[in-house]
C-alpha cells in the first residue's frame, strides 16, 4: 500500500525495536539513508539496527562513527531504504526478512518489493531526500552527523548533482545539510576526489589502447591482464574507465573489453542519446540499462572486438 | 576603494555605455558573469559590450545565443567582472583600459587589479554568486538565459560543487538558478562528461610524465610545446589535467608544469586539506585560491621543477 509523508512518520515515531535494512553491495545512498534514520531515531529513544549481509565499505566509516550499538532479537518493525527488489538484499537478509518488511521507502520508479507501506518519490535524485523530509517532519533535531550521512546520499546517487536526476530540490536540501553542519568537501573527497596510485597506472595504460570506429562515434578500450600487473591495480578499480569512454567528443558507444583470467573478455558498454546499450549487449547474450550494459564474449582480443563491433553496427549503422 | 553590492548596484544603473571585460583564456565564470551581467543591462535599456582578447570557446556558445549585439565607440563605463589582476587581461585589452576600470567585481582574495571601485566577495565560490546577487538587487528580473549563463559560473567555479570553496549559498543559488529555468544538467554535460579525442591524448602523454615527491604527497606532470603537437591539443584543455593531479590518494598538492612556447613554465597548483596553494604559489611571485593557485617560472624544465619542489617542500615540511 503506498502511503504519504506523514503516514511513515506516524510508523516510525509509533514503533520501537526497528530493523533497518540497506541494499546489499551498499551504496552512499542506502548507508546515509540507513544511518540518518537510525541516529534520528536514536534520538527519540528508539532502538534500532541496521542489518546488511555485506559489511560497510571503508570509505563510508564516518557515519558509523559513535553510532549507538542496539542489539535485541525482539524485532518489532523492518523498514527497508532504498530497496527496490528483494533481489537487492544480501542472501541472509533476504531469507530473514521477505514477507516481514512493514516499511519500504525508494526512489526507484522500478520499485517492486514486497512490503506493507511504501513511500515512493521517483522524484527524488536520491532515497536520503525522503528521509530527510521524514526526519524534519518528525521534528527530530538535524544534527552534524544526520547531515553528514543525508548529504552523502544527495551527493553520491547524484554525481554530486551534475545527473539529470538533480532537482532544485536537491540542491536546495544539500544547501540546508551544509548549514547543518555537513562536511560537504570532506565527503565528496572521499566519493569523487580520491583515486589510488595503482588505478592511475592502469588507467594509463588502458587509455593508450583507444580505437575509434564507425566515424569517430565509438570508443573502444582493452584492458589486458598484464596491466594489472604492470599497474598493481585489479578488476574493482575499472568501472571509472568505462565512464571516460563515454566522454569523449562526438562518441555514442563506448566500451572496455577486459580480459579474463581464462582468456575470453567481460565487455562493460556505455552509451549517450538514445542509444540502447542494453539491446546492444542483448545481441551478444548480455543486458543491463538503456545506458549502461554489458556481455561476455569468447577471446582472443581480435575476435571479440570484432563480435562487439558487429553488434554495435547494427545500431549505428 | 571597496563599495559594496547596493553601491555596485548604483553604478551600473546610472551608467551607461558599458563595456565588461572578462579576464583572458576566459572560462565559464567570468564569460558567465560577463553575460548575465550584459543581459541583464540590456533588459533596462543599458548599451553594453563584452570586450575579451581570446575568442569565446565553443562550449559557451549557448551564453551568446540571441543576445544584443551592442556596438559603440563612446565607451563610459569600464566593469571587470572575475579579473584578479591586470596581466589577466588579453594584452590588446590591458593596453586600451589599463588604469580606465571604473568597476571590478571579483571573488579572488589575490585581487590587486587597479581600479576606481572594488566589490570584493572573498567567500563567493564564483564571481557569478555576487553577480547573480547584483542582478536581484536591482530588481531586474532573471530569465532562462541569465540562469544559464549564472549556473555555468556557480558550476565550474566550484567543480560542480565538490570544490572546499562550495558554500551553501552556493548551492542554495543553484537551487533557485534551476527553478528559474537553467539547464543544470546540459550545461554540466558539456562542462564536465565531454572530453575531445585531441584532450584525451594529451592527458595520456601528460599522465604518463607524473613524479610523486615528499613521500608521496606530492605529485607533478609537466606538459611540453611537443606534447600539444602530438596530440593536436593545446594550452585552453590543459585545466582537468591539474585536477587529476591532486586526485591521487594521499596526494597533498598536485602541481602541472606547462611549458610556454618561449621557454618559461606556467604553473597551476592544486592543494587538499589545510595546504594554502595560493601560499605556495605566493613564494614564487603568484597567487590565487586557498586550494587553487599558480604562478610563472623560467625554464628549463628542471629549474621550474626545482624552484617548485622548493616551495612545496616549505609548507609540507
Chains 1, 2 share one sequence.
Not at 542506502?30 to 559489511?55: H, P
Not at 596510485?197 to 566515424?215: G, H, S
Not at 577471446?299 to 547494427?314: F, Q, S, V, W
Amino acid at each position: 500500500m503506498k502511503i504519504d509523508l506523514n503516514e511513515a512518520v506516524r510508523c516510525l515515531v509509533e514503533n520501537d525495536n526497528i530493523v533497518i535494512l540497506p541494499h546489499d553491495h551498499p551504496d552512499g545512498d542506502t548507508l546515509g539513508s540507513a544511518f540518518a534514520l537510525k541516529r534520528a531515531l536514536d534520538k527519540i529513544g528508539k532502538k534500532v539496527k541496521i542489518v546488511c549481509d555485506d559489511g560497510i565499505p571503508e570509505k563510508y566509516s564516518y557515519m558509523i562513527q559513535d553510532v549507538k550499538n542496539d542489539d535485541f532479537s525482539d524485532e518489532k518493525f523492518v523498514v527497508a531504504v532504498d530497496v527496490a527488489d528483494i533481489s537487492l538484499l544480501g542472501e541472509k537478509t533476504r531469507e530473514k526478512y521477505k514477507n516481514k518488511i512493514n516499511l519500504a521507502i525508494d526512489h526507484h520508479t522500478s520499485n517492486r518489493l514486497e512490503c506493507e507501506k511504501l513511500l515512493l518519490d521517483e522524484n527524488a535524485a536520491a532515497c536520503c531526500e525522503t528521509i530527510y523530509e521524514i526526519i524534519k517532519e518528525s521534528g527530530i533535531e538535524i544534527d552534524k552527523k544526520i547531515a553528514d550521512c543525508l548529504y552523502t546520499g544527495l551527493s553520491t546517487d547524484s554525481g554530486c548533482f551534475r545527473y539529470s536526476n538533480t532537482t532544485s530540490r536537491t540542491l536546495r536540501m544539500a544547501s540546508e545539510l551544509v548549514d547543518l553542519g555537513a562536511s560537504h568537501f570532506d565527503i565528496n573527497v572521499i566519493m569523487f576526489e580520491t583515486k589510488t596510485r595503482t588505478y592511475m597506472k592502469l588507467e594509463n595504460l588502458v587509455m593508450k589502447t583507444m580505437q575509434m570506429y564507425y566515424d569517430d562515434r565509438c570508443a573502444i578500450v582493452n584492458i589486458s591482464q598484464d596491466m594489472y600487473e604492470m599497474s598493481g591495480s585489479n578488476e574493482t578499480e575499472t568501472d571509472p574507465i568505462v565512464a571516460k569512454t563515454r566522454q569523449i567528443e562526438g562518441v555514442l558507444v563506448g566500451a572496455v573489453l577486459r580480459e579474463k583470467s581464462d582468456g575470453s573478455f567481460k565487455v562493460s558498454l556505455r552509451t549517450n542519446k538514445d542509444l540502447d546499450a542494453s539491446a546492444i549487449c542483448g545481441l551478444l547474450g548480455g543486458g543491463g540499462h538503456p545506458k549502461a550494459a554489458g556481455c561476455q564474449i569468447d577471446g582472443p582480443l581480435e575476435n571479440a572486438r570484432e563480435k562487439l563491433l558487429d553488434a554495435i553496427g547494427k545500431f549505428l549503422n
